[in-house]
């Protein structure tokens, strides 16, 4: 097992999102560590994505997505879920991979729940954090790419990207197997 670098994380949103598909979600609760594999994630990608908290420029609330790619990014949702993002690209890019589902999680309310994640994570650096951090154990699952949910508000051809990974059955391959 291996934690993913600072460098991982310049990838761009949708790049990342993708890379993600696979890897180990990992959150340490008191004494214990959780590790589970995520499963689908969303892909949001700066201010010129109309779907993306970003569009309409830096915010108080937004503000941690124009940091280098590799910390959290963790809002509320409807008043009641916490939704878990990683920051990709470069400083001052504004993107972010939202974490939509994980192993026996299929939602990213659910999964934020499960994880005891909260906006006290919020602005965390996943390289060196022992609270929250994602894993690479070389396993690859195979994906389906599908347009973003829950984003109605979008202009049609940002709702019509394929920015939404999703694996449908965790059938683990290693890779060079």
């Not at 560590?33 to 949001?44: D, Q, S």
């Not at 202009?155 to 965790?170: G, N």
Request: hydrophobic letters at 30%; a positive charge; proline letters at 2%.
């Amino acid at each position: 097992m291996q934690r993913l670098n600072k460098e991982y994380y310049t990838l761009d949103a949708v790049s990342l999102a993708q890379k993600l598909i696979g890897k180990l979600l990992c959150r340490k609760i008191d004494d214990k560590v959780i590790k589970k594999r995520i499963t689908e994630t969303e892909a949001y990608l700066g201010e010129s994505d109309t779907a993306c908290h970003a569009h309409k420029g830096k915010t108080k609330r937004n503000a941690v997505m124009y940091e280098k790619g590799g910390v959290t990014y963790i809002y509320l949702c409807y008043g009641m879920y916490n939704m878990l993002n990683v920051v990709s690209g470069e400083k001052d890019s504004a993107e972010a991979v939202l974490i939509r589902g994980i192993e026996g999680y299929d939602g990213p309310g659910k999964l934020t729940k499960f994880l005891n994640i909260t906006r006290e994570l919020n602005n965390v650096d996943l390289t060196s954090s022992n609270d929250i951090w994602i894993e690479d154990d070389n396993v690859c699952l195979k994906y389906e790419k599908t347009p973003r949910i829950g984003i109605d508000y979008a202009e049609k051809e940002d709702r019509e990207k394929l920015w939404r990974f999703i694996v449908r059955q965790i059938k683990p391959k290693r890779e060079n197997s």
